[in-house]
């Protein structure tokens, strides 16, 4: 079984420092809480579909993207 809290958050993490972005500029541009962006990273969150389309979005991504092995 996959562990998509994982997966997403990995990709998460490796597109917002490919950008230069600080997880709180991540943070502030997806309307979420800093300490949330670090708990996705690290997949310890499971963030909602709203959620992780706002982190797509901010990263100017398409949310598939963000699932992708």
Not at 14 to 25: N, S
């Amino acid at each position: 079984m996959r562990d998509w809290c994982l997966i997403f958050g990995k990709n998460v993490r490796k597109l917002r420092q490919q950008r230069k972005m600080t997880q709180e500029r991540l943070a502030f541009e997806a309307e979420i809480d800093l300490t949330y962006v670090g708990g996705i990273e690290r997949g310890k969150r499971n963030p909602s579909l709203s959620v992780m389309a706002r982190i797509a979005d901010a990263l100017s991504v398409p949310l598939p993207r963000l699932l992708q092995e």
